[in-house]
């Protein structure tokens, strides 16, 4: 039984209000709103998410490896990789980094790609540049770790997630009015 005395609202207020509502985005995007972008292999930004958290286990099974010879570990380094500052080894935990931390940016980046206000096909690019860059950079810099020319390789890699950073950032500023 109501007790107020105020009218309910009629259909059309709860309409206009709903439409009021839908039309401000959410800072935290929800599971709901992440599988919205992902529906679909042709949806923006859906590789990236849905090799994101391999990619995370991957680096932290490099991390474990590692650890394995560091700190005094239980095993003695593998040729080549017993000093703490040489080369090989500084850019094999820079990999073990990346593996983990590039494929978290892409769990920030794919919701806020479909806030932007570019076309599917810049999306797709900026996604597309983001997993590359993701994917490549680790790879080089591993490879790197036990042949030295493949250090030419990772401008490539860091050139394209420069790229996707600055398509999300711009697209963010073509459209201002999706912002929290």
């Not at 494929?103 to 599917?120: I, K, Q």
Request: charged share 15%.
């Amino acid at each position: 039984m109501r007790t107020s005395t105020s009218p309910r609202p009629s259909k059309l207020d709860d309409a206009f209000v709903l439409s009021q509502l839908a039309s401000v985005p959410d800072p935290f995007p929800s599971a709901y709103s992440v599988n919205k972008l992902t529906t679909g292999s042709r949806r923006p930004g859906h590789w990236n998410l849905a090799l994101a958290w391999w990619l995370v286990g991957l680096g932290l099974v490099l991390g474990a490896v590692l650890g394995l010879w560091s700190f005094g570990g239980p095993l003695d380094p593998p040729a080549g990789l017993e000093r703490h500052d040489g080369l090989p080894r500084r850019l094999l935990r820079l990999a073990h980094i990346a593996l983990v931390a590039l494929p978290a940016l892409n769990l920030l980046y794919v919701p806020w790609l479909g806030r932007t206000g570019w076309s599917d096909r810049w999306r797709h690019a900026g996604a597309g540049l983001l997993l590359f860059g993701t994917l490549a950079l680790p790879a080089c810099l591993a490879a790197a770790a036990f042949w030295r020319p493949a250090l030419v390789l990772t401008p490539a890699p860091v050139s394209s997630l420069i790229a996707a950073v600055f398509i999300l950032a711009s697209g963010l500023l073509v459209s201002p009015r999706r912002l929290p």
